[in-house]
């Protein structure tokens, strides 16, 4: 299927590793030129020539956007460097696990901080270039957002808060031309998986494989996603087959959801 992105412009945060990686990687392998934007200059660097060798154009841009200042920058270092946007993808921020009982005002703060409202001041500060192309944003926002659940109660009311927003923003969307949708992805073999299995492995005196197994069996799910695999569903959400989309939620999680 042809999705109509050769030529366009993405920008992709949280891009020196992960999912956001695999998103820039392959926004490119689709035809876009990409600007990475992530804290660490060196990891985006790597990224940038990877996207070079397929042939496209990309900028680095390293910063932390819980800065408002750092966010405009990057921004305006895309629409300069590209001449234009054609699509945001959001994808940097951690939220840290943990119950409420434990969880500090601090905790709370930084979680909303570092995802949620870096989210709204990149979207605010790209509204305008989207609007003028016609083009979207796409959140990764976490499976967690959908059934509360001890232990990941900063991150569940986040990524919950991240689809509400979603929807709001692509209300407007309808009005301005901006289509806004979200990706919930679960469990995915990143460096957060990998600290996961780690501290059940030092909890449990277990195997890697163990500690995953466990981990596979209490999700009920078969296998852990790939980042690959959400990027492939970033491509499509973006591309001109699927342009009436607009205000998607979709869980991407092997089935761990049952929810309605």
């Keep these: 299927m042809e999705l109509g992105l050769t030529g366009r ?21 689709e035809g876009m030129d990409v600007a990475v934007v992530a ?62 009982l434990t969880l500090t005002d601090a905790d709370w703060n930084d979680s909303f901080g570092l995802k949620f409202f870096t989210y709204i001041r990149m979207s605010k500060l790209a509204w305008p270039h989207l609007k003028a192309t016609r083009g979207g944003i796409v959140h990764i926002a976490g499976i967690a957002g959908r059934t509360g659940q001890s232990g990941f109660d900063a991150v569940g009311t986040v990524n919950s808060a991240l689809a ?48 995953l197994k466990t981990l596979l069996a209490d999700e009920r799910v078969e296998r852990a996603g790939q980042p690959e695999e959400v990027a492939a569903l970033v491509a499509m959400i973006a591309s001109k087959p699927l342009e009436f989309m607009q205000g998607a939620v979709v869980d991407f999680d092997g089935g761990k959801n049952r929810g309605l």
């Design 39 to 100: 804290r660490n200059r060196e990891q985006l660097e790597a990224v940038r020539k990877e996207i070079e060798g397929k042939g496209r154009k990309a900028l680095v841009h390293a910063a932390d956007l819980s800065d408002p200042a750092a966010a405009a920058a990057a921004i305006d270092a895309a629409v300069k460097q590209f001449g234009k946007l054609d699509l945001l993808v959001n994808c940097a921020g951690a939220t840290k696990g943990g119950s409420f």
């Design 9 to 29: 412009v993405a920008l992709v945060t949280g891009a020196s590793k992960g999912i956001g990686r695999a998103i820039a990687l392959t926004l490119a392998a």
């Design 164 to 211: 509400l927003l979603t929807k709001a923003m692509a209300d407007r969307g309808v009005m301005d031309g901006v289509r806004v949708n979200a990706i919930h992805p679960g469990t995915v073999a990143t460096d957060r998986l990998t600290a996961r299995l780690d501290r059940a492995m030092a909890a449990n005196k277990v195997s890697k494989d163990e500690a």
